[in-house]
């Protein structure tokens, strides 16, 4: 059978590009090699292919938890080797699943699925491979503590919707991408996840016609958009014998703040007079890490005010414990269990963290 010559043309061309490269070219590239020999040739529809296009795609974002704070633990070495173990890991996945690696930025990558070629089971393999990735990962740890290397953790986040896919910059650099709000989203969905959950669209969660087990949908409040977003946990695929591995330590979403707050020192159920300035330096749904200058006790329950001028609500209502105390640049550092919040008041909470998460 006789191949016709364009297509023989760039079989060539990628075959050289990948032996050059020493990798096989990505799927924008063999996109964009499409279009620029239809050109050439002068064929019909010659640079369709280059042209912006909108498609239905399905963008999965992953993170590593924690990972900036090893950088300044662990030598420089350990660092590198950690990573470049895990992204191999990963793309390995990511290969066999037939996404498309869209970026990595420092600890973080995107993914896409259906941006260059679409496929009917985009949205099915976008979320096995979310599956697979946490999977690996747990492998991975197992091989980073075999080499006495701190474990690792991912979230990661999956949506599904209409981007514009295309070659976007300038003469001085450009790049084959694809861009949207809804990758905006799935980047804020990502951002919710704690370590080693997958968390989906309620878009994404839709086109999986119920062949999926997720937990039922929470809002969640993001950035930029004016109504809350539903997102649902996966847990598995059960056609597919996939798992999502749980981490029983996941208690909540916490994020980095200084909120000004006094505390007041109980006695019995007797809120004592003398309040305490300090400053909240990390809160989330169950407790709150305080910066003070005066010296606590562990075991101390206190009564906190505060502000939380993202939802207008000022906090008159709850009651926590001193877990633990730590020094740092002079300040006691306080960590502190909340025993006791009203339900407007945790209402409230849940959506101040949340638009925290959303907006970091």
Same mark, same amino acid.
């Given at each position: 059978?006789?191949?016709?010559?364009?297509?023989?043309?760039?079989?060539?061309?990628?075959?050289?590009?990948?032996?050059?490269?020493?990798?096989?070219?990505?799927? $924008? &590239?063999e996109?964009? %090699? #499409?279009?620029i @020999?239809?050109?050439?040739l002068? +064929?019909? /529809?010659?640079?369709? *292919? !280059?042209?912006?296009?909108k498609?239905e795609?399905?963008?999965?974002?992953?993170?590593l938890?924690?990972?900036?704070?090893?950088?300044?633990?662990?030598?420089?070495?350990?660092?590198?080797?950690?990573l470049?173990?895990c992204?191999?890991?990963?793309?390995e996945?990511?290969?066999?699943?037939?996404?498309?690696?869209?970026?990595?930025?420092?600890?973080?990558m995107?993914?896409?699925?259906?941006?260059?070629?679409?496929?009917?089971?985009?949205?099915?393999?976008?979320?096995?491979? $979310? &599956?697979?990735?946490? %999977? #690996?990962m747990? @492998?991975?740890?197992?091989?980073? +503590?075999r /080499?006495?290397?701190? *474990? !690792?953790?991912?979230?990661?986040?999956?949506?599904?919707?209409?981007?514009?896919?295309?070659?976007?910059?300038?003469?001085?650099?450009?790049?084959?991408?694809?861009?949207?709000?809804?990758?905006?989203?799935?980047?804020?969905?990502?951002?919710?996840?704690?370590?080693?959950?997958?968390?989906i669209?309620?878009?994404?969660?839709k086109?999986?016609?119920?062949?999926?087990?997720?937990?039922?949908?929470?809002?969640?409040?993001?950035?930029?958009?004016?109504?809350?977003?539903?997102?649902?946990?996966?847990?598995?695929?059960?056609?597919?014998?996939?798992?999502?591995?749980? +981490?029983e330590?996941?208690r909540?979403?916490?994020?980095e703040?200084?909120?000004?707050?006094?505390?007041?020192?109980?006695?019995?159920?007797?809120?004592?007079?003398?309040a305490?300035?300090?400053?909240?330096?990390?809160?989330?749904?169950?407790g709150?890490?305080?910066?003070?200058?005066?010296?606590?006790?562990?075991?101390?329950?206190?009564?906190?005010?505060?502000?939380?001028t993202?939802?207008?609500?000022?906090?008159?209502?709850?009651?926590?414990?001193?877990?633990?105390?730590?020094?740092?640049?002079?300040?006691?550092?306080?960590?502190?269990?909340?025993?006791?919040?009203?339900?407007?008041?945790?209402?409230?909470?849940?959506?101040?963290?949340?638009?925290?998460?959303?907006?970091?």
């Open positions: 059978m006789k191949i016709e010559p364009r297509i023989e043309a760039q079989r060539r061309l990628q075959a050289l590009l990948a032996r050059e490269a020493g990798a096989a070219v990505s799927p $924008a &590239v996109t964009e %090699l #499409a279009g @020999l239809d050109e050439a002068g +064929q019909a /529809g010659s640079g369709q *292919e !280059l042209a912006v296009v498609r795609v399905t963008i999965l974002v992953a993170d938890r924690g990972f900036i704070a090893l950088t300044s633990s662990q030598p420089a070495g350990t660092i590198v080797t950690m470049n173990l992204l191999e890991r990963m793309s996945v990511i290969s066999r699943y037939q996404g498309s690696i869209d970026k990595f930025t420092g600890d973080s995107t993914v896409l699925f259906g941006a260059y070629a679409e496929r009917p089971d985009d949205v099915m393999r976008a979320m096995a491979c $979310a &599956v697979e990735m946490q %999977l #690996a747990r @492998l991975l740890n197992d091989q980073y +503590q /080499g006495r290397m701190p *474990e !690792l953790y991912m979230g990661i986040g999956l949506n599904t919707g209409s981007v514009m896919v295309g070659r976007f910059g300038s003469e001085a650099f450009s790049q084959y991408t694809v861009i949207g709000n809804e990758v905006s989203l799935a980047s804020r969905i990502e951002s919710f996840s704690l370590r080693g959950q997958v968390l669209s309620e878009n994404t969660y086109r999986s016609n119920g062949t999926v087990s997720a937990t039922e949908p929470v809002d969640v409040f993001v950035a930029g958009k004016l109504v809350p977003v539903k997102v649902r946990e996966l847990i598995a695929i059960p056609s597919l014998h996939l798992k999502v591995p749980r +981490q330590f996941r909540s979403h916490r994020a703040v200084r909120i000004p707050c006094s505390l007041q020192i109980l006695e019995g159920t007797t809120v004592l007079p003398n305490i300035k300090a400053h909240i330096l990390d809160i989330g749904y169950h709150v890490l305080l910066e003070l200058d005066l010296p606590i006790e562990v075991g101390f329950d206190v009564k906190l005010n505060f502000d939380m993202l939802v207008e609500y000022p906090v008159t209502d709850i009651y926590a414990r001193v877990m633990k105390i730590s020094h740092a640049d002079g300040h006691v550092l306080a960590g502190l269990e909340f025993t006791a919040l009203g339900t407007e008041t945790n209402t409230k909470l849940q959506m101040f963290v949340q638009m925290l998460v959303g907006a970091a």
